[in-house]
């Protein structure tokens, strides 16, 4: 039976990944900084970061970087065969979620490790959180990339929640935040920087974005 169960969890990525989601491609395009799209058609969000936006993202509403980082994808994958590696989740809105490799080179973690893309934990993929947390940490402290612009609306202080339901993402907030009012008296975390609250892992609100960036 042990023998039995061995084998079924060495086959059962082959039963998910095999026929329905290709474990390599050849990338026809560069969407933007976090997404591409294969020569079948597939579009293909890597797992764990998330660039800045262009005019060509799905929200179309162009952030500071977000060119610089859709090179930056573009000189690393373009017209090259990528690996895709898979999660507990495969795909979200229509779009393959995925580590991507070119040769050795981990293309997710490159990204932010040199300050093109921040890391962004999304639901249940967490195998490469510490590492993609890791590369984030490097790239802020050397102020590269995204880290080196200043903040479009900097605040004295970034409030947050003590509470935190299991496996919930810990979120920060301007002051001014809806969800910042919401929060208890008695639950509230105040942090003085950015730093301060990403050194304590929490990551930026995406409603009131305290991490947004400004062209000087």
């Not at 933007?32 to 293909?44: M, N, P, S, Y």
């Not at 930056?72 to 590696?85: F, H, Y």
């Not at 040199?114 to 890791?134: C, D």
């Amino acid at each position: 039976m042990k023998g039995l169960i061995i084998l079924i969890s060495l086959l059962l990525p082959v039963v998910l990944y095999g026929e329905d989601y290709p474990s390599q491609g050849v990338v026809k395009k560069v969407i933007d900084g976090d997404t591409i799209k294969l020569k079948t058609g597939e579009l293909v969000r890597y797992i764990g970061i998330d660039a800045p936006e262009t005019e060509y993202s799905r929200k179309k509403m162009p952030e500071a970087f977000g060119k610089e980082a859709t090179e930056a994808n573009r000189r690393l994958v373009e017209g090259k065969t990528v690996r895709l590696e898979y999660d507990k989740q495969v795909k979200h809105d229509n779009r393959l979620l995925a580590y991507v490799y070119i040769g050795e080179t981990f293309v997710n973690g490159e990204l932010v490790r040199k300050g093109f893309a921040l890391y962004s934990p999304f639901g249940p993929n967490k195998s490469k959180n510490t590492l993609l947390f890791q590369y984030e940490n490097e790239a802020r402290k050397n102020r590269l990339g995204i880290w080196a612009l200043p903040l479009k609306n900097p605040s004295k202080e970034y409030i947050a929640s003590k509470r935190k339901k299991e496996d919930e993402i810990k979120k920060f907030h301007r002051i001014e935040c809806p969800h910042a009012r919401r929060i208890a008296d008695r639950n509230k975390v105040v942090f003085r920087s950015i730093d301060e609250a990403l050194d304590e892992g929490y990551r930026p609100c995406r409603t009131c974005n305290p991490l947004e960036r400004d062209y000087r």
